[in-house]
């Protein structure tokens, strides 16, 4: 069961999972990466390039999924070190370091918060997010073309694509097919037609939008969505409970998670915040 709220941190979002079906699930790549909790320990997912499929007995997870672009200052590693990797934050950070906030994160009330709360606090210590950072992803998930975003930016292409893969983990041809994988596949779940789908979010044509959809998701687009729908049946209170009882609410004008009730089943469905975001995991 798979909860998520806009977190305190400006551009995240703070997730959980409890358990649930076979802890099999296929995370779709989304130019984020995430600071996970798993079993009492601490881990990072990088930047995937393609569908990470998830694996394992059902149990609870925990994260908090950061803006493309915003991680690595964070994490202070790199973006294409991690790309489709995921590493314990051992092997990132000084043990001693890591222990301190392994237990920090075991010993809060939720490891979703405990989770927040380390993120805040690397934030704050931190440098400001690079502001050019943030208007290439605006620029990309508009549809710009990269060499306009990069003449907009005042960047030749070569140190776009430097900065780029530092801090989303690829290039920015490769963002751009990501974030516009994101912005079809909410069309396509909001009933639009394929075709119409292709059209709107930048495909030359609907053949164009199915062999990039399978490329990147390893899916059909059509099995992609039926998928989708399995999984929002299974969303239910406890798991939206994890992560927001007892958990400050975001600061105003920041989004919080939409719920609504599913007829009949006493369930909740999620309406994700768009980061853009990725398909809910059961399990990283």
Do not use: I
Not at 47 to 59: M, Y
Not at 142 to 157: K, M, N, Q, Y
Not at 177 to 196: D, H, T
Request: proline share 9%; glycine share 10%; net charge positive.
């Amino acid at each position: 069961m798979y909860g998520e709220r806009a977190s305190r941190l400006p551009g995240a979002v703070v997730w959980a999972v409890t358990p649930s079906g076979s802890g099999q699930d296929r995370v779709l790549p989304d130019g984020c990466m995430d600071l996970l909790w798993h079993d009492g320990r601490l881990l990072v997912a990088g930047p995937d390039t393609r569908a990470h499929l998830t694996g394992g007995p059902p149990s609870t997870w925990a994260g908090v999924r950061f803006r493309p672009g915003t991680a690595p200052a964070l994490l202070g590693v790199p973006a294409h070190e991690l790309r489709d990797r995921r590493v314990d934050l051992a092997d990132l950070w000084p043990a001693a370091e890591v222990r301190r906030a392994t237990a920090r994160v075991n010993a809060a009330d939720h490891p979703a918060r405990g989770l927040e709360d380390l993120a805040l606090r690397r934030a704050a210590d931190a440098a400001p997010p690079d502001p050019v950072l943030d208007r290439v992803v605006t620029a990309l998930d508009a549809g710009r073309p990269v060499a306009a975003t990069a003449d907009e930016l005042g960047l030749s292409a070569r140190q776009l694509h430097r900065r780029s893969l530092a801090a989303f983990g690829y290039g920015p041809k490769t963002l751009a097919r990501v974030l516009r994988l994101c912005r079809a596949l909410a069309l396509a779940r909001s009933g639009a037609p394929f075709a119409e789908t292709a059209a709107r979010t930048g495909y030359a044509d609907q053949a164009h939008l199915s062999r990039e959809v399978r490329e990147l998701t390893g899916l059909a687009l059509r099995e992609l969505l039926a998928a989708r729908g399995q999984r929002r049946e299974q969303v239910d209170p406890v798991a939206v409970r994890v992560v927001h009882d007892g958990v400050p609410l975001p600061p105003d004008g920041v989004p919080g998670l939409e719920l609504a009730v599913a007829p009949g089943a006493g369930q909740l469905l999620v309406q994700r915040v768009h980061l853009p975001g990725r398909v809910a995991p059961q399990g990283e």
